[in-house]
């Protein structure tokens, strides 16, 4: 499916009641020591690569807060009761043109835009990405949960259609992406809590700035076909490689 289309959207597949109970588990996890950590602060993305504030004032970023949290279906049951959705491991399966017990979970994150200092994130494709990717990322998905309502003022989605397709004319030099054709031929996935948005591991998408009032918050799925040959040599974090079932059968403390 994705092999076509590059995205696919579903509209209205999650239960409000599991995205609530994300939501309302969030600040707790963000005051959690261990993905303070593991994950990525404004801070460090501010020291870093500050182009992706363009436009903020550096004192409006609380630098200790976190961009990127890592695998948090680890410690906590609600984001686990999401991830054991049918709905998410269907719309998986039908990004990846497999029945469902053919896929397996790999990795998760949130991503998070907050009002008034949500950064952007440059253009790519998540084939080949180091934080994300597995040597098995030609067979992967990523499917995007937004916590909170997402259109352009508060940085949602933006993807570059067919460019799937086009890996080698949108690619310069071997490596940099043709921005100036992605700044204007991309298109905005407005998204609305309950809907879900998979993305081809070769589709070129990025997102904008949050200067809104509005929080932004995506919850991130990574899956894969099983038996896609997976290697965790390039991240500090290890990926799964676990199927529905067994999802379902694991402990109540957390996929380990
Ligand atoms: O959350 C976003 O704005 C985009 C996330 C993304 O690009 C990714 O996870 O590959």
Redesign the pocket.
Known sequence: MLELEGYKISCHGINQSLINSCRAVLPDILLNPKYITTGVTFGYLFNNKPARFLGIEPNKIDKNDLFIVLNPCNDYIEIKNLMMSETLWDFAAHCLDQPTNNIAFSFM?I?R?PARYGPS?NW?R?FG?KM?STTASINMV?V?VPLDPCEVSN???LIVPDSHLRADDLVLEGSAIDINYCNTNHEAVNLVQGDMLG?SSQLI???GINKSNRDRN?L?FQFIIKGSEHSDEDTNEPFHNIGFDEIRNVSKEGIK
């Open positions: 994150n991503t835009k994130i790519h998540d990405n994300t990523r995007i940085g949602t989605v993305i998408h990025g997102s995506n991130i």
